[in-house]
C-alpha cells in the first residue's frame, strides 16, 4: 500500500514538470566528418541556460573531453558566452523557446566515440548530445534526418507516432546511453524473454548472420533464465565490424561490441567474440541496473569513484564465461582452464602486493585507464582479481547453503533495483552474500577487497578439484627484463620490479645490442637458455642514441604455474557447480 501511494505521487510529480525538448540530428556536413545537432526547448523565464557537454562516458573510467569536437554553438542570436571547456552560457534574452544547434566532429572508431562519413554514421549518446543543465530530467523527442541513400536507423528508443525516425526517451540518461547506427546494415531479429531484440552489423563481415543470431540468443535466453526476466521492452546488438580492434560498452538497451570483421570463421576467436557479447549483455543487470550506490544517475562532468567496479566488473567477466559453459560453447576442461589462466595472471602480478581491489576499482581513473610501463609492477585489474573472487565467493556460497552467487544477483537485482531503484553500499552487498550463504561473509570480503593478503584457494578441494603448483620454472635463468623486436632493434619494453633487470639499470626503451660483446639477433629473451642462474653477462644498449654498457647477474624465474585438475569426477559439489 505504501508502495502504490508513493507511485502515485512520483507520477503526479512528473506530469507536472514534463516539458519536452526536441533533439534533431542532420547530415548535410557529414562528408567532413561533422554532424549537425539541433535542440528546441522551453526556457521558461530564465534569464540565462547552461548547455554542457559530458566529460566522460559511463561504463568507460576516463576523462574524454568530448567537448573538444564541438564546434559552432549558435542559438539564433542569442549572446552566448563560452564559460569554460564545457559550458556554453546562452542568455535568453527574454525568449521563451530557445533553438540551439552545433556541429559535432565525429572521427574516432570506437564503442566510446562517435564515427561519421558518407556512408554511415556510429553516434555514441555522451559524445554528441550536450544537456541544459538543470533540464536532464525532462522528456526528450529525438528525431534522426537520414541522408537520402540510408536504408537504416537503429537505436533501442520506442518510437513517436508523428514521424518515422523520431525516438522518446524519458531523460537526459536514456538519450545519452542509447547509441545510433543510422547507413545500411544488415539486421536480423530475434526474441528472448519475450522481448525483441535486433543485431545490427556496422559494417561487413565473414558473418554468417543467421549463426550469429542463434547464438545471441543462447546467451540472452541463459542469462534471462537465471536472472528470471528481462529489463528492457527492447534490446539492440551493435556489432561494430572494423579492422582491427575489440572491447564493448554496455548500455541500458543495447550494447555495443566490436569484431574484426574476418574473425567470425576462426572458431576460437569467434567464441571469444561471443564471451565479449555474453559480457556486455550480462551489463543489463549487473551495473545498468545492480548497481553500487555510485554509479548512477551519473555526474557527467567529473569522475565518479567507486571501490566497487570489481563487483561490476569481475563478477560480469565471471558470468560471460560461465553463460558459454551454460549455453554448451565451453566444455567443463575449458572452462576450469579459463579459471586457471585468470589465477595464474594474478598470481604472477608483481602488483598483487601493492594494489588492493578496493583501489583498483576506485582508481581506474588514473591507472587502468592511464597504464604507463611501470603499471604491471605497481597495478591489478579489477576485472581479473574481481573474476577470481567471483569464482572463490561463488564456491563459498554453495559450500555453506543450498544457493550460489546467482541467488546473490538476483537478491541484489529485486531488492535494491525493482524494489526500491537505487544502488548498493559495500556493506549491503556484503550483508546480502552473508545471507545467501547462511553465514557472515564479512571477513572473506574484507580481505580479498581492501588487503594485500594472499588468497586461499582451498575451497577448490571441497569441490574436488586439485589446484597444483608447478614451480619448475624456478631452476631456469630470468632477468625481469621483457622485449620486442621492432624492425631490427631489440627494445625493452617490461621490466619487474626488484629483479635483476632493475638493478642492471636498463630501462623501458632502452634498445639491447650486445651480450657479452655479441650482435643480437632476436629478443633478448630467446638467448635465456645459453646461461645458467648466476651467471653475470655483460649488456651493450643503447638509451636515446648514447651507447651505454652494464652487467646483469640471472636470478631463477619467480613465474609459478597453477593448474586447475579434476580429482574427484563424481564430486556433487563439482556437478552442481559445473553441470547447472
Ligand atoms: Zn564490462
Known sequence: MLKRVLLILSISAISMTINAMNYSVSFSKVKSHYVTV?????VRDKAYVDFKVPVWTPGSYKVREFSNAFENVSA?????KRLNKNTWRIFTGGQSQVSLSYDVYCFTVSVRQSYAD??????????VFGYIDGYENEQIDLTIHPNDNWANVEVSLPRTKNSKHSYRCSNYDLLADSPLAIGN????????GDVPHKIVMIGKGNYDLKKVMEDFKKISDTQIEMMGSHPSSQYVHFVYNVSQGGGGLEHANSQTSMMPRWNYTNSNKYRSFLGLIA?????LWNIKRIRPKELGPFDYEREVYSEMLWIAEGITSYYDDITLLRMGAYSKEEYLKIITSQINRLENSPGKTVMSLAHSSLLAWVKAYLPNEESSNKTISYYNKGMVVAVILDLKIRSSSNYSLDDVMRKLYVDFYLENNRGFTYDEFVGVCSEIAGKDMSIFLN???YSLKPINYDIFKEFGLDLTIDRSYSTKPWSGISTELKGDRIMVTNIVSNSPGVESGLSVNDEIIALDDWRLKFKFEDYLSRYKIGNRIKIMYSRDGKMRTTHLRFSSNPIIKYNLLVAEETNKKLLGWLNQ
Open 279 to 283: 559480457h556486455e549483455y550480462f551489463h
Open 38 to 42: 539541433d535542440v528546441e526547448f522551453n
Open 76 to 80: 539564433d542570436n542569442l549572446e552566448i
Open 447 to 449: 580481505d580479498v577487497v
Open 118 to 127: 558518407e556512408y554511415y554514421a556510429f553516434l555514441h549518446g555522451v559524445s
Open 185 to 192: 546494415f544488415d539486421t536480423i531479429d530475434y526474441t528472448s
